[in-house]
């Protein structure tokens, strides 16, 4: 079983897709948090990137 995050990046370029070093940060912490970039999707108009990220669910076998 899977969990989702979902995350709206703001782009830094005027006409590109250029991510920040704030953006790379949070991608590394969310990778040691174990989270796994899935997808990146721009928007229409360009100025955001949605990432889809999952990691294994952690499941309590004691609440089952």
Do not use: C
């Amino acid at each position: 079983m899977w969990e989702y995050k979902v995350e709206h990046i703001k782009t830094a370029g005027a006409t590109n897709l250029v991510m920040s070093k704030k953006d790379q940060d949070l991608m590394n912490r969310l990778g040691i948090e174990g989270w796994e970039l899935v997808e990146a999707v721009p928007t229409v108009n360009g100025r955001t990137i949605i990432m889809f990220f999952k990691r294994p669910l952690e499941i309590d076998r004691n609440n089952i």
